[in-house]
């Protein structure tokens, strides 16, 4: 009987998301025969976002405040977050100005506790759509934000025109670089990377502006290049932490136990995507050439109890040190305790490695080469060139005098390009000017 139920379940799902899809796509298309209420001139910004972070498990109240209202840019704001960990819906005041809504996409209900799993998450998905709505006609919302480009892209675009509101598309990831890393797309139960691909671009072309924190995304073969001139970059933008002198903060050497060692660090999460196993397969190298060498690893990840075991394998588990996820000032500290950072595929952790004046080594990949100027602020080597890896990072472990300048350089770079109130500053002018009040208009 059992086995029924997940058969009727499996169909059910399939033959209702299309549909729910399909019905979704026409209200979208449908939306663009009626003219979207422009923001008044002047008028307070009451912004919808769907993030890709719980904001209610960020300690950092003041940093969530400064990042999502953009110094005053922003008057109200909804954050809304989809958990497909947790079984219950949750809801805080993070600030007076802003709500954060979580809501569970696995939530028990009868239909769930009958067996029919995915139909009770897509009914829960339906009812949390429709519970929103109501709370964004209360508010007052009149823009609405995602910071992913399928499935929150395709909920903002609904959400936008039952609103007749602006759109504002942010790219923080590229689909097609996770499929070819994986074989699996990102949206699971999308199935085929094509739709995928297609919805990426469906809400690009749909949404009045596209932001985003560096120019990879932009170049990247999958972007429609009709989108070119409403993508606008505002600059990496990492929390405050990071931005303290190198010389304010503490060396942690002492409290890891690794006194007179040389510090290698990874920081990020453990999944394939960001090609950690590569961090061992360097490692080897390294340690046989110089057993003083320690790898830091921070974050944490499906790929954990692989790596451990790799490392174990390997014979130096005593010498690797999974120290799991950390705060932005525990980070900070760590990446200036750090000789080297070394990430396959890192995103804004570049910028505050360089900000605590160390050096890195990467892939020539992803955004890496948009950042790192290759011999001066560390070394980019050839994708997948493990060997490369780690003799770039032997060469800076042994040289000193090299390592300091390029870690003094690549601080100076960061601090220059990467000023977080400019960040803040660029994307302030963005919604400035979807409600006609940028700088020097009245």
Known sequence: MKRVIQVVDILLFYVLGPLIGLAGLCYIHAGRLFKKKALKNGSPINRLTFCIMDLEKEKNKNGIAEDMLLKGGISKQIAVFFDFESDADSSARITDEIISYRFSIHKKSKLF???????????????????LLNIARREQINCVESHEAVFLGFIGLIFSRALSVPFVLHLNTSYEMKHKGTGNVSVKFLRFRRIERWLERLACRLSEVIVADR??????????????????????????AHYALPETRQNLKGSLRIDGGDAILYVGRLHPVKYVRD??????KVHAQNNKAFLLIAGEGVLESELKNMANGYGFREKTLFLGPKTANELADLFYTA???VQPHGGQVLVE?????????VYNFDWHGEFVQDGKMGFIVPFGDTDSLAARTLELLSDK???????TFSREVAVRCYSRETSIENEKAIYMKLAGREKGKR
């Open 279 to 284: 961090l061992i397969k360097m490692f080897r």
């Open 339 to 341: 000789d080297v950072v």
């Open 353 to 361: 490695a360089a900000l605590a004046g160390t050096p890195s080594v």
């Open 215 to 240: 120019m990879f995304y932009k170049n990247l073969k999958s972007f429609p290049k009709e989108c070119a001139d409403k993508y606008v970059t505002t600059g990496v933008k990492v929390e405050a």
């Open 113 to 131: 506790s009958g067996g029919l799993r995915k139909t009770g998450d897509l009914v829960n998905l339906i009812k949390n759509i429709f519970f």
């Open 401 to 407: 005098e090299r390592n300091r300048k390029m870690g």
